[in-house]
């Protein structure tokens, strides 16, 4: 996909998520890679009214070489970038259940989101959770880059989800399921649910894959 079809994909994919309240205000940021860098939202930017004109890029050293100011959160993304190769997309958000999860003292901090639904598993994958740091600060990068690449998905503390994946589509739809999965999560808490067993989630990953 060319950089300005890119762009245009972000903005629109960015209005969608704000539209059906995934983010709210100038809350969460995207970012996808090109050839030559990445794309990512900008900071301060509120995620309906992107213009895909005025997106930041950074080349592949970081530096920030055309558009607006990349977003603040900029360190989780290159964390993803460096220690995933495969990534072509990452999705940061302030969704509401998500976040939820992300403040809740009892949660399995090596696993946050259980396998629920098939397609959690499948477009999700394990969550951990990152320890809490401020927003914009670069230690976030360094505790994502400690996990060694091994997630697609994690939940920062009292902050929320951050979702990659190979295309930036796949990163939204999957940043959507984790948002749902922990809705359900969320309501279901007190009840006696039933999760998918070993043997269904090995089933899940052998059919179509790991993240």
């Not at 704000?18 to 890679?33: D, K, L, P, T, Y």
């Not at 998918?196 to 090995?202: I, P, R, S």
Request: charge should be negative; hydrophobic fraction near 40%.
């Amino acid at each position: 996909m060319n950089e300005s079809r890119l762009r245009e994909d972000i903005a629109l994919l960015s209005r969608s998520l704000f539209e059906r309240g995934f983010s709210v205000g100038s809350a969460g940021n995207i970012s996808a890679a090109v050839e030559d860098g990445l794309l990512i939202t900008p900071t301060n930017s509120c995620l309906g009214f992107i213009d895909p004109a005025r997106i930041s890029k950074l080349d592949r050293d970081g530096r920030h070489i055309a558009g607006d100011p990349p977003s603040k959160e900029i360190f989780l993304h290159r964390a993803f970038y460096e220690t995933r190769p495969a990534t072509g997309a990452v999705v940061h958000l302030h969704s509401t259940f998500a976040t939820a999860l992300s403040c809740l003292s009892d949660v399995d901090p090596q696993d946050c989101i259980p396998p629920l639904t098939p397609y959690v598993v499948m477009r999700v994958g394990q969550v951990p959770l990152v320890p809490y740091v401020r927003p914009g600060e670069p230690k976030a990068g360094d505790l994502i880059r400690e996990l060694g690449g091994r997630y697609a998905a994690m939940l920062l503390a009292n902050h929320g989800p951050v979702v990659s994946a190979t295309d930036l589509h796949a990163a939204v739809y999957a940043a959507e399921e984790l948002e749902e999965t922990a809705k359900l999560l969320v309501s279901l808490r007190g009840q006696r649910t039933r999760l998918l067993d070993a043997d269904q989630v090995d089933e899940l990953k052998r059919v179509f894959g790991t993240f």
